[in-house]
């Protein structure tokens, strides 16, 4: 059974800084892709970032880019999000997404909720002006 913790979030500051992590348990975490979502109230879920089993590729969403960077560890079963710059349009429900399929995955596939099977419960992110 797979089991996706996401901790890190909390209230900042509009320019500050806050990472994500996300601890995961279930499957070998080093054969699947890795993503992070967020919901903001009355919003569809958006895409923010995504990498690949072992980290070689990252894609992030446009309004995200240059300030957001995802990492993970294998030997630990981590992701992690980077949230740097936050803007009050940050503020949303977070959460980390494990993809469905092993091995690797383009840009096109990373964005798309259906390639991600898992997910955690969501920590909230909420940066004030």
């Known amino acids: 059974q797979v089991q996706l913790v996401e901790s890190g979030g909390g209230l900042v500051q509009a320019g500050g800084s806050l990472r994500l992590s996300c601890a995961a348990s279930g499957r070998t975490f080093r054969n699947y892709g890795m993503g992070w979502f967020r919901q903001a109230p009355g919003k569809e879920r958006e895409f923010v970032a995504a990498i690949t089993p072992y980290g070689g590729n990252t894609y992030y969403g446009d309004s995200v880019k240059g300030r957001f960077t995802i990492s993970r560890d294998n030997a630990k079963n981590t992701v992690a999000l980077q949230m740097n710059s936050l803007k009050p349009n940050d503020t949303a429900v977070y959460y980390c997404?494990?993809?469905?399929?092993?091995?690797?995955?383009?840009?096109?596939?990373?964005?798309?909720?259906?390639?991600?099977?898992?997910w955690g419960q969501g920590t909230q992110v909420t940066v004030s002006s």
């Open positions: 997404a494990q993809r469905g399929g092993t091995g690797s995955f383009g840009p096109t596939r990373a964005v798309h909720i259906d390639e991600y099977d898992y």
